[in-house]
């Protein structure tokens, strides 16, 4: 997981996020028409892509205070279904079941959207 302290913020912008066009991955600063990412509601992978480029970005993030981690829902659903699935033979992973664990990532992701532990 990233933490903190690998995506340095400078200088904060004071632009309301919730006033802003766009979905909850990016959205459009009405003052600089710059894209803002958040690099909660993305991927591990999604975010090494964004950050891998040559352009200044301008992201948010929410972080716990007490390790620096950056609360990433999707990508703690994904590791935890990969260790769960990890040496199981493809016959347990019955079509019923991949939906249920379908289920359970979307349920993580919205509890953890709405501040749910």
């Known amino acids: 997981m990233f933490k903190a302290d690998d995506f340095p913020v400078p200088a904060p912008c004071a632009e309301n996020w919730d006033v802003m066009d766009g979905d909850a991955r990016s959205r459009v600063c009405a003052r600089c028409d710059r894209a803002v990412h958040d690099l909660t509601m993305m991927r591990m992978s ?3 892509r964004l950050v891998s480029g040559a352009e200044p970005l301008c992201i948010r993030y929410q972080y716990r205070g007490s390790n620096g ?3 990433m829902p999707i990508a703690a659903v994904e590791a935890a279904l990969h260790a769960f699935t990890r040496g ?3 016959a ?3 079509r019923g079941s991949e939906r249920t664990l379908r289920m359970a ?3 993580a992701e919205v509890r953890e959207a709405f501040g749910e532990e």
């Open 46 to 48: 999604e975010v090494a």
């Open 69 to 71: 981690r950056i609360v």
């Open 88 to 90: 199981l033979p493809g």
């Open 92 to 94: 347990l992973l019955s």
């Open 105 to 107: 990532r979307v349920a």
